[in-house]
Nanobody, 124 residues
Framework: QVQLVESGGGLVQAGGSLRLSCAASGRTLSSDGMGWFRQAPGKEREVVAAINWSGDNTYYVSSVKGRFTISRDNAKNTVYLQMNSLKPEDTAVYYC?????????????????WGQGTQVTVSS
């Protein structure tokens, strides 16, 4: 059974940083594209960042460019989302997801496995 488990969320003041981790069990992620998505109350889930299987192609939603960095450590079977200069509008539940095609697209429907989510709350 494939499980993705996010960690690293929490409460932080505006301007602070958090690093989210997504660890997998039951599956090797080295061939998968990976994505981080978020969903705020009353809003639709949106892609935050994505990375392809090799790590040489990344995508960021415009609102986080220059502040967030997605990376992967295939040896640890883990994907990360470094979040700096956090803003209150970044408050959401953050989910990681695995795309078996390896591309790591921006479309949630293309992802095959999902974590349970971790809450990120940024206070002003």
């Amino acid at each position: 059974q494939v499980q993705l488990v996010e960690s690293g969320g929490g409460l932080v003041q505006a301007g602070g940083s958090l690093r989210l981790s997504c660890a997998a069990s039951g599956r090797t992620l080295s061939s998968d594209g990976m994505g981080w998505f978020r969903q705020a109350p009353g809003k639709e889930r949106e892609v935050v960042a994505a990375i392809n299987w090799s790590g040489d192609n990344t995508y960021y939603v415009s609102s986080v460019k220059g502040r967030f960095t997605i990376s992967r450590d295939n040896a640890k079977n883990t994907v990360y989302l470094q979040m700096n200069s956090l803003k209150p509008e970044d408050t959401a539940v953050y989910y990681c997801a695995a795309d078996k095609s390896g591309f790591g697209t921006i479309w949630a429907r293309n992802y095959d496995y999902w974590g349970q989510g971790t809450q990120v709350t940024v206070s002003s």
